[in-house]
T-cell receptor, first 111, second 115 residues
Framework: DAKTTQPNSMESNEEEPVHLPCNHS???????IHWYRQLPSQGPEYVIH???SNVNNRMASLAIAEDRKSSTLILHRATLRDAAVYYC????????????FGKGTMLLVSP | EPEVTQTPSHQVTQMGQEVILRCVPI?????FYWYRQILGQKVEFLVS????????KSEIFDDQFSVERPDGSNFTLKIRSTKLEDSAMYFC?????????????FGNGTRLTVT
């Protein structure tokens, strides 16, 4: 599976934007970039995904580098509820394309 | 918003006993998954299930594990003879399609404690 690299942790203040980086230099042309998050004591939660173009949804924005070797998840205004582990996952076009979770980035949000 | 529900939220069992973890996926979803997370570790894929058969499984999913969709709504994970190292959070997930863009929807898990 293609590997992603994320910082172990990041800190933010409430109501400030947060940019969570992810490196995926071995991405292949058909890999989708998925982001999930896991709030404390809960199951993973889908956040957003993209292939080549930047994407926006009600939860976040995903900015994908032109060479696709990195991406950034953007939370426009962090809230305390956004404190979670954020996973950047490449969903490879093989088999039934299961998700392979790494360690992710633990986002701490301060009031 | 529809959600994946899992029962029980916490299961305690003795080593060697059989356990069945239950999941109700989102009603129009066709693809089902089990993942587990040992305390402090990564979320690990166990098995995916489609059209009443296993479509993919990991090395963790050995002969002690089995999955079943006994009726139109439930999806179960059975561990035949539990070991101490099976203690973990077990997450069920479902998705509407196989396409790479189809997100997985996870339940909040069953905490399995094997004593």
């Amino acid at each position: 599976d293609a590997k992603t690299t994320q910082p172990n942790s990041m800190e933010s203040n409430e109501e400030e934007p947060v940019h969570l980086p992810c490196n995926h230099s071995t991405i292949s042309g058909t890999d989708y970039i998925h982001w999930y998050r896991q709030l404390p004591s809960q199951g993973p939660e889908y956040v957003i995904h993209g292939l080549t173009s930047n994407v926006n949804n009600r939860m976040a924005s995903l900015a994908i580098a032109e060479d696709r070797k990195s991406s950034t998840l953007i939370l426009h205004r962090a809230t305390l509820r956004d404190a979670a582990v954020y996973y950047c996952i490449l969903r490879r076009n093989s088999g039934y394309s299961t998700l392979t979770f790494g360690k992710g980035t633990m986002l701490l949000v301060s009031p | 918003e529809p959600e994946v529900t899992q029962t029980p939220s916490h299961q305690v069992t003795q080593m060697g006993q059989e356990v069945i973890l239950r999941c109700v996926p989102i009603s129009n979803h066709l693809y089902f998954y089990w993942y587990r997370q040992i305390l402090g570790q990564k979320v690990e894929f166990l098995v995916s299930f489609y059209n009443n058969e296993i479509s993919e499984k990991s090395e963790i999913f050995d002969d002690q594990f089995s999955v079943e969709r006994p009726d139109g709504s439930n999806f179960t994970l059975k561990i035949r003879s539990t070991k101490l190292e099976d203690s973990a959070m077990y997450f069920c997930a479902s998705s509407s399609g196989q396409a790479l863009g189809s997100p997985l929807h996870f339940g909040n898990g069953t905490r399995l404690t094997v004593t």
